[in-house]
């Protein structure tokens, strides 16, 4: 379980975080959705320890992200930005294989690469493997920086926009991926999402945010709904319910 108690994260005079608290279970998929500016890339930062906080702790699995060991904390939480540099030269392979750093500080065993060709498959990346990062499309390396991740093997798993760059097919294919990850890796995998309704689908539980504050949290059934969703993002919209999912209607 990841606890969030009274988290508050300033930059400058102005509040990005207020006094966030909350726990997210373990397993499946929690979607953290609100507008642009809302905080939430800064908390998923902060619970993954690219951010400090001002005040209040993180927890996962009992381990305070602050004070707890690097290589003990990389062994149970990994983390993807939102804007990621890595050298353009590197290949697919070895930049998953990064995601291993952890267990062979850089000394690849026959279990890393077995690792590696399994994270590759899994995002249907094995034909790629040889190429460079440059030699790619956007959604690919997006592809690959998620098969880091998941390449480092940890319980939690935090992505910060996953489906950036991702053409409608290939974003379908990512959030299906996850979920298989969640359900039959058994992680438990926490993304920044703009798609409400990807978020609706996919999810096990939402967390909205707005103006730095958490607003709504629960499930899709208990937060898709047009009054929520409308003080959340501050869109006219309606609910459908299409083969038992619920979809928010706003393009008009």
């Given at each position: 379980?990841?606890?969030i108690d009274?988290i508050?994260?300033h930059?400058?005079?102005v509040?990005?975080l207020?006094k966030?608290t909350t726990?997210?279970a373990k397993?499946?998929?929690?979607?953290?959705?609100g507008?642009n500016?809302?905080?939430k890339?800064?908390?998923?930062?902060?619970?993954g320890?690219?951010?400090f906080a001002?005040?209040g702790?993180?927890?996962?699995?009992?381990l305070d992200?602050v004070?707890t060991k690097?290589?003990?904390?990389a062994?149970?939480?990994s983390i993807?930005r939102?804007?990621?540099q890595?050298?353009s030269?590197l290949?697919v392979?070895?930049?998953?294989?990064?995601g291993?750093?952890?267990?062979?500080?850089?000394r690849?065993?026959v279990?890393?690469q077995?690792?590696i060709t399994?994270s590759?498959?899994?995002?249907?990346l094995l034909d790629?493997?040889?190429?460079f990062?440059?030699?790619l499309?956007?959604g690919q390396?997006?592809?690959?920086?998620?098969?880091?991740?998941?390449?480092q093997?940890?319980?939690?798993?935090l992505l910060d926009?996953?489906l950036n760059?991702l053409?409608?097919?290939h974003a379908?294919a990512?959030?299906?991926q996850l979920?298989?990850?969640?359900d039959?890796?058994?992680?438990t995998?926490?993304?920044?999402i703009?798609?409400?309704?990807f978020?609706?689908?996919?999810?096990?539980?939402?967390?909205?945010m707005?103006?730095?504050?958490?607003?709504?949290?629960g499930?899709p059934?208990e937060l898709m709904?047009?009054?929520?969703l409308?003080?959340?993002?501050?869109?006219?919209?309606?609910?459908?319910?299409?083969?038992?999912?619920?979809?928010a209607m706003?393009y008009?």
């Open positions: 379980m990841i606890t009274n508050v994260k930059y400058h005079d509040v990005i207020d966030i726990t997210i397993g499946g998929i929690t979607s953290i959705i507008p500016g809302a905080g890339s800064t908390l998923l930062s902060i619970i320890r690219l951010l001002d005040s702790t993180v927890s996962v699995n009992g992200v004070t690097s290589a003990k904390l062994k149970c939480l993807l939102q804007e990621n890595f050298n030269r290949t392979q070895e930049l998953v294989g990064f291993r750093y952890p267990y062979s500080k850089g690849l065993t279990q890393d077995e690792k399994q590759l498959s899994f995002l249907n790629l493997r040889h190429r990062l440059d030699e499309s956007g390396r997006q592809r690959a920086y998620v098969a880091m991740v998941l390449c093997d940890t319980e939690y798993v926009e996953p760059n053409d409608m097919k379908v990512m959030m299906k979920r298989k990850a969640a039959e890796l058994n992680k995998i926490i993304l920044v703009h798609d409400i309704n978020a609706s689908v996919y999810s096990d539980n939402i967390i909205a707005k103006n730095g504050t958490l607003c709504y949290q499930t059934q709904k047009a009054e929520i409308e003080d959340i993002f501050d869109t006219p919209l309606t609910i459908k319910q299409i083969d038992d999912q619920l979809i706003y008009r």
